[in-house]
Nanobody, 122 residues
């Protein structure tokens, strides 16, 4: 079954870096495209990044392009989001997600973790 468990969130200062993780299992990692979304109370979920099953291709939302980097460790069935030059507007609950789409650019993710909170202060 699909398993997505986020960790690594916390409170940081603007300009800091942080890496969050999403641990899954072999079933999830080999069968699903995985990625990250973020959600602010009162707003819908915003696409952040996605990575192909092999880890060879990535996609990013416009708001994080050039600052955030997604990666995958296939030996651990884990994806990471390296967040650099964090801004207060990056404050959100970051959710790990998965879908069964073949295309990396299909953003209709239908499996979700519980999320890890990232708070960026000025």
């Amino acid at each position: 079954q699909v398993q997505l468990i986020e960790s690594g969130g916390g409170s940081v200062q603007a300009g800091d870096s942080l890496r969050i993780s999403c641990a899954s299992n072999a079933y999830t990692s080999t069968r699903y495209t995985m990625g990250w979304f973020r959600q602010v109370p009162g707003k819908g979920r915003e696409f952040v990044a996605a990575i192909s099953r092999s880890g060879g291709s990535t996609d990013y939302g416009d708001s994080v392009q050039g600052r955030f980097f997604i990666s995958k460790d296939n030996t651990k069935n884990t994806i990471y989001l390296q967040m650099n030059n964090l801004k207060p507007e990056d404050t959100a609950l970051y959710l790990c997600a998965a879908n069964a789409a073949i295309s990396l650019f299909d953003r209709n993710f239908n499996y979700w973790g519980q999320g890890t909170q990232v708070t960026v202060s000025s």
